[in-house]
């Protein structure tokens, strides 16, 4: 099913599509979809029929990570294949594990926007072990050309010139800033050590702030 876009997600999205359903690999402790009932990893087979459309902008796995390195690979192809098929798109596809967005880098429609999640430089446990570390998630998106975003939300505390080296690296066209909006307790940075990466983080790229960050002014 082709869902709308709602909520405090990205603001050029418009819809979500997930064939790939059930509870994510990750396991990110701050998962927005800890809320509803998670079952059993699978592929939906009856979302292969779902007319994706045109003209819209498309977050695909916007409730699983598609690229978990324990996400069976055929359930990929199958998910890149009927997105080419609509191909008056964009789409939005993020991951964890960006290693294999590289590896699958000929197989994404012509209009994709690739991204990584990258909170901070430290490696807290806030994951899966599954998950491979921010400093593995920046090398493998800096092999990668297109168009790139970075998302740092939930941001966590961070040591500002490494996180920058990282993202900088990257390339990215744009980085998205947000905040922990369910109160899951994350170690948080001050407001004005926000302010302090926003401001080298524009001297190379657009930075696109979340409402929510607005939240850490009054920590």
């Known amino acids: 099913m082709l869902n709308k876009q ?10 979500t599509w997930n064939a790939i359903k059930g509870k994510c ?7 927005y979809m800890k809320v509803f009932p998670q079952g059993k990893l699978h592929f939906d ?17 916007s409730s699983c990570d598609m690229f978990a390195q324990k996400i069976d690979p055929f359930w990929i192809s199958k998910v890149l294949e009927h997105c080419r098929k609509y191909p008056k798109n964009k789409y939005l596809f993020q991951t964890k594990n ?8 000929d197989d994404f429609p012509k209009d994709s926007m690739l991204g990584t999640t990258i909170e901070t430089n430290r490696d807290y446990p806030i994951y899966d072990k599954s998950v491979s570390p921010v400093r593995e998630r920046a090398k493998a998106m800096s092999m990668i050309f297109g168009k790139l975003m970075v998302t740092i939300e939930p941001i966590m505390d961070f040591d500002l010139k490494e996180l920058v080296f990282l993202i900088q690296a990257i ?6 800033i947000g905040a922990d909006s369910k109160g899951h307790g994350l170690n948080e940075p001050s407001w004005d050590k926000v302010q ?7 001297k190379f790229t657009e930075v696109r702030i979340k409402d929510n960050l607005n939240r850490l002014k009054i920590k």
Do not use: A, Q
């Not at 690999?25 to 998962?31: I, K, N, R, T, V």
């Not at 390339?171 to 998205?176: H, K």
């Open 45 to 61: 087979e009856k979302e292969l029929k779902t007319n994706l459309g045109e003209g819209n902008f498309i977050f695909v796995g």
């Open 171 to 176: 390339e990215p066209n744009f980085i998205n």
């Open 196 to 202: 302090e990466l926003i401001k080298e983080l524009e």
């Open 6 to 15: 709602k909520g405090n997600m990205y603001g050029f999205v418009t819809h």
């Open 25 to 31: 690999p990750h396991d990110c402790s701050y998962c």
């Open 98 to 105: 960006p290693i294999r967005l590289y590896h699958w880098i």
